[in-house]
């Protein structure tokens, strides 16, 4: 009979091989395996915050990004939601639109960037729309779903009852769909920040992000830069992802019984 | 842009990329997806650091790629293979944990050798999911391609549109637009009906 694991040695496991991983590309940079021109040692790295002109332009990047993420993700969001609930709840509208809709949907979001930028510039306009853009289809597609999905016994208690349509849908149909809403908005919002760097990255344009501070690097030819970029990236995508995560789940957990 | 051929040489070059790609992304899914599923060890050693891996958008690692590997042929493989083992290995671990423990019992009780035990039960119970991840993987290599492509590349339909564009030719770019999304759905379509061929035996089996 094997003994289950404890947690903290199943945990101590998993740093091994980012450790190994850290250690080989300190190791590889100070030894200089690599050219310097490829990859730096991590002292390199933080060294660039040591850099007044470097920090003011990330910490400018980051808080360009974020409202940049939070306007385009507020479009987006509304939006859906208008077109998501009018294809629910209209029969005439959902065969007008539908079919579009569902075709421009199977185009790869980041094929639209070339088509994008040449209509709004890579400036912050383009930028914002291809995010809206990016976060629109979940949530529309989610909250049709969802409230299609809405069991029919349900919607006749409604009926029953001859509550005015307003009512139905604020009784019924809303707190019935909730779960499926939530989970499509959470969707969303994973898929604005991805349109978000994705932006900053292809679009190029005169304005400051993240993904800007990153491409610049690679202008310049600065693996300090890049590796400090895709770090401050990697590490935001990962808190946004947990924050978003954490809390759709403590606004279903009336679901969990 | 058609007559001329620049989208058939182009499209070509892309295509074949995506070939090279779902190979060896699906292989490294595969393998590390069965063992990860398989073995408690593997699962204890990997496990924590890939999940993390997992949580970040391939479109994130690209600058850091280019900066490593250049932008040749070996940065295409690598970006396409990783967004493509990522769902085939999460996929196809959670399958296998996921068998019914009383399929696996059975084998035990007949006394299986392994490799009977892990074709004859484990793979084909954890076949659905990982056709789902084979799918999803897929797709994340035909749309990581169009982005490295259009990010880092001297041909392909990624790089024809973005060229395109720097032209102002936006009908070109609609045309690439549209091809994407049809190829997109083609490559998931082909996967659907080779999916269904094998799981034939699936319908209403659950």
């Known amino acids: 009979m094997r003994v289950p694991r404890s947690?903290?040695?199943?945990?101590?496991?998993?740093?091994?091989?980012?450790?190994?991983?850290?250690?080989?590309w300190w190791l590889s940079a100070q030894y200089k395996w690599i050219s310097p021109t490829v990859l730096v040692s991590p002292v390199h790295v933080l060294a660039v915050l040591g850099d007044p002109t470097m920090r003011d332009a990330l910490v400018g990047g980051i808080a360009a990004s974020a409202i940049r993420l939070g306007e385009g993700a507020s479009l987006g969001i509304a939006v859906g939601i208008l077109v998501g609930f009018t294809l629910a709840l209209s029969g005439s509208a959902d065969r007008l639109f539908g079919p579009s809709l569902n075709a421009v949907r199977q185009i790869a979001m980041f094929a639209w960037i070339p088509l994008l930028t040449a209509w709004f510039g890579g400036g912050d306009l383009g930028k914002v729309l291809f995010i809206a853009f990016g976060s629109f289809f979940p949530i529309a597609m989610g909250i049709c779903e969802g409230v299609k999905a809405v069991p029919p016994q349900l919607k006749e208690v409604g009926r029953v009852y001859c509550l005015s349509p307003w009512l139905q849908f604020r009784m019924i149909i809303l707190p019935a769909a909730t779960p499926a809403i939530i989970t499509s908005l959470q969707l969303s919002l994973l898929l604005a920040w991805v349109s978000t760097i994705g932006a900053e990255y292809l679009m190029g344009g005169m304005t400051q992000g993240v993904g800007t501070f990153v491409m610049m690097g690679q202008d310049q030819v600065r693996p300090d830069i890049i590796l400090l970029g895709v770090t401050v990236i990697a590490i935001s995508g990962f808190v946004f992802n947990k924050l978003v995560r954490s809390t759709s789940r403590y606004l279903l957990r009336w679901r969990q019984i | 842009m058609v007559a001329d051929g620049d989208i058939g040489a182009n499209l070509g070059t892309s295509l074949f990329r995506v070939a090279k790609g779902f190979i060896v992304g699906s292989a490294v899914g595969l393998g590390l997806g069965i063992s990860m599923g398989l073995s408690q060890t593997v699962e204890g050693w990997l496990g924590p650091f890939f999940r993390?891996?997992?949580?970040?958008?391939?479109?994130?690692?690209?600058?850091?790629?280019?900066?490593?590997?250049?932008?040749?042929?070996?940065?295409?493989?690598?970006?396409?293979?990783?967004?493509?083992?990522?769902?085939?290995?999460?996929?196809?671990?959670?399958?296998?944990?996921?068998?019914?423990?009383?399929?696996?019992?059975?084998?035990?009780?007949?006394?299986?050798?392994?490799?009977?035990?892990?074709?004859?039960?484990?793979?084909?119970?954890?076949?659905?999911?990982?056709?789902?991840?084979?799918?999803?993987?897929?797709?994340?290599?035909?749309?990581?391609?169009?982005?490295?492509?259009m990010m880092a590349s001297t041909n392909?339909?990624?790089?024809?549109?973005?060229?395109?564009?720097?032209?102002?030719?936006?009908?070109?770019?609609?045309v690439c637009m549209v091809l994407v999304g049809a190829i997109g759905f083609a490559l998931d379509f082909s996967l659907r009906r080779v999916e269904a061929r094998f799981l034939r035996w699936h319908e209403g089996a659950t």
Request: hydrophobic share 55%.
């Open chain 2, 156 to 174: 392909g339909i990624g790089y024809l549109m973005s060229w395109a564009r720097t032209l102002f030719q936006l009908d070109d770019v609609i």
């Open chain 1, 7 to 24: 947690g903290i040695n199943v945990r101590w496991q998993g740093t091994i091989l980012p450790l190994l991983l850290f250690g080989f």
């Open chain 2, 52 to 149: 993390i891996i997992t949580q970040i958008p391939t479109l994130v690692w690209i600058p850091l790629l280019m900066q490593l590997l250049g932008i040749d042929e070996g940065l295409k493989l690598v970006v396409m293979a990783k967004a493509c083992a990522i769902p085939i290995t999460m996929t196809t671990s959670d399958g296998i944990k996921d068998i019914p423990k009383k399929y696996i019992e059975v084998g035990q009780v007949l006394s299986l050798p392994r490799h009977i035990l892990l074709t004859r039960i484990i793979l084909p119970g954890a076949l659905p999911s990982i056709f789902n991840g084979l799918r999803q993987g897929l797709a994340h290599v035909w749309i990581s391609l169009v982005i490295v492509e």
